[in-house]
């Protein structure tokens, strides 16, 4: 799902960064609401789980791949605006710094995986989990059932965008000047892969862990459904739990441990690693569009390119390193730039809302 640069018209980029900024920032206002001081590095956690399980490319047939987001979980945790925030960080860094979705396409990536997906997954498992209790197994059903149409959701926009560029975006012959996939060809493959594989994976990993914490951690629950009864009795109590860091950081082992399965894919879907992947015979192509060949590699400063090093070597050893930057980095960003919001908007109104008070530090 990750939009390569040069297969999305600037034209297209533009509009996409033009939606994504101003919902960012009105993002890292709105996160400040949920997201307290005690679960700044919880979130900065969760971001870190998006980043690692976006790195799990699952091969399918017909030469796509496909991946959870992990977007879901986070917006049912902590708010759909805090998932923006998570996800939006983790794809920045993936582009930056490991190639994976690309610079000028970024706005587009952002509305698709970090806006569309948490927004839609939210949605879904308020609707669905409506009048239930904190601890009913309607509560796992309805994130499943988020996650799952919300990741693909985000599959159909992506599917769509790429779609619209040979209707919008060709020469005066009628040749394509970007992607070449037309509606018929790009909707059904993003569609398929994702409903069959990776929704499947991001409705598992959503209600998993809510079921989790349905019995480890019922205040992190709350933390996005004040007022809610825990049980059918309306108990408001907490049961006994896990604090948040720790299973957001067992997450994040488990993910680390498995990060060498990613490498069970290519990563070729739509010729994403090279334009020259691309079956030019099928679209009827004698040559890679010019605006793709123009735009394609437009950044070229990847530290860790394709997640591993730059002479290809070690190919495991290089995954897992990435894997560990990525952890690092994306998660210290998150953490930071919420903090610093919280610092700059408390010095602006005088709130003191996001300051833990005895009995929230020892809930």
């Known amino acids: 799902m990750h939009i390569p640069d040069g297969y999305l018209s600037p034209a297209t980029c533009a509009v996409g960064l033009a939606v994504a900024v101003p919902l960012l920032a009105v993002a890292s206002v709105r996160v400040k609401k949920v997201v307290k001081t005690r679960?700044?590095?919880?979130?900065?956690?969760?971001?870190?789980?998006?980043?690692?399980?976006?790195m799990f490319n699952v091969p399918i047939p017909d030469g796509t791949t496909a991946h959870a987001v992990g977007g879901a979980l986070v917006a049912v945790l902590l708010g759909p605006w805090a998932a923006m925030i998570a996800v939006a960080v983790a794809l920045a860094f993936q582009a930056l710094l490991f190639g994976d979705g690309g610079v000028l396409s970024y706005g587009v990536n952002v509305f698709n995986m970090a806006v569309v997906l948490p927004f839609v997954a939210y949605g879904v498992y308020r609707l669905v989990s409506r009048g239930s209790t904190l601890t009913s197994g309607r509560r796992v059903v309805a994130a499943a059932v988020?996650?799952?149409?919300?990741?693909?959701?985000?599959?159909?926009?992506?599917?769509?965008?790429?779609?619209?560029?040979?209707?919008?975006?060709?020469?005066?012959?009628?040749?394509?000047?970007?992607?070449?996939?037309?509606?018929?060809?790009?909707?059904?493959?993003?569609?398929?892969?994702?409903?069959?594989?990776?929704?499947?994976?991001?409705?598992?990993?959503?209600?998993?862990?809510?079921?989790?914490?349905?019995?480890?951690?019922?205040?992190?629950?709350?933390?996005?459904?004040?007022?809610?009864?825990?049980?059918?009795?309306?108990?408001?109590?907490?049961?006994?739990?896990?604090?948040?860091?720790?299973?957001?950081?067992?997450?994040?082992?488990?993910?680390?441990?498995?990060?060498?399965?990613?490498?069970?894919?290519?990563?070729?879907?739509?010729?994403?690693?090279?334009?020259?992947?691309?079956?030019?015979?099928?679209?009827?192509?004698?040559?890679?569009?010019?605006?793709?060949?123009?735009?394609?590699?437009?950044?070229?400063?990847?530290?860790?390119?394709d997640y591993g090093f730059s002479d290809g070597s070690h190919p495991s050893i290089g995954y897992l390193v990435s894997a560990l930057v990525g952890i690092v980095v994306v998660g210290a960003a998150v953490y930071l730039i919420v903090r610093a919001v919280q610092a700059v908007t408390g010095r602006r109104t005088g709130d003191q809302s996001d300051v833990d008070t005895p009995a929230e530090t020892s809930a």
């Open 146 to 305: 988020g996650g799952y149409v919300g990741l693909t959701t985000a599959a159909l926009c992506c599917g769509i965008e790429l779609g619209i560029q040979p209707i919008f975006f060709h020469d005066a012959s009628g040749t394509p000047l970007y992607s070449p996939y037309h509606l018929s060809q790009s909707v059904p493959a993003m569609l398929l892969a994702h409903m069959v594989v990776a929704g499947v994976v991001e409705a598992l990993i959503t209600g998993g862990v809510v079921a989790y914490l349905q019995r480890a951690n019922v205040p992190l629950l709350q933390v996005n459904n004040p007022g809610v009864p825990v049980d059918a009795d309306g108990d408001p109590a907490p049961r006994p739990k896990v604090r948040p860091i720790v299973v957001a950081a067992s997450a994040m082992a488990v993910l680390v441990i498995l990060t060498p399965l990613g490498l069970l894919a290519p990563g070729g879907a739509f010729g994403e690693a090279a334009p020259e992947d691309l079956d030019l015979g099928k679209f009827g192509l004698k040559a890679i569009p010019a605006g793709l060949a123009k735009y394609a590699g437009f950044w070229h400063h990847t530290l860790l390119g």
């Open 39 to 54: 679960q700044v590095p919880t979130l900065a956690m969760l971001s870190a789980v998006c980043f690692l399980t976006m």
